[in-house]
């Protein structure tokens, strides 16, 4: 049976375990729009009639900073020629 591996407009949320704080959602993922993926997170919320919902947000997916090399050690300035008069 094939499978079908096309995820446009499809996205997946997990309870998040890593909580630690309110403003924290309660669940995160992400989800593929019209070819473009973006993280999704959703916070379980009460309406004032006492009806539960979610509050869904997307954002772009985060990427990690990358690692900068360290600074090349600075050149001392005006000592380039050993030409020394003395």
């Given at each position: 049976m094939a499978e079908n591996n096309d995820d446009t407009n499809r996205g997946v949320l997990f309870k998040n375990d890593r909580k630690t704080e309110d403003k924290h959602p309660d669940y995160r993922g992400t989800i593929n729009v019209n070819g473009v993926d973006k993280d999704i997170s959703a916070w379980i919320k009460v309406a004032?009639?006492?009806?539960?919902?979610?509050?869904?947000?997307?954002?772009?997916?985060?990427?990690?900073?990358?690692?900068?090399?360290?600074?090349?050690?600075?050149?001392?300035?005006?000592?380039e020629d050993d030409n020394i008069p003395f």
């Open positions: 004032k009639s006492g009806v539960k919902y979610l509050s869904i947000a997307a954002s772009d997916p985060y990427v990690k900073p990358a690692e900068t090399a360290p600074a090349a050690a600075p050149q001392p300035v005006g000592l």
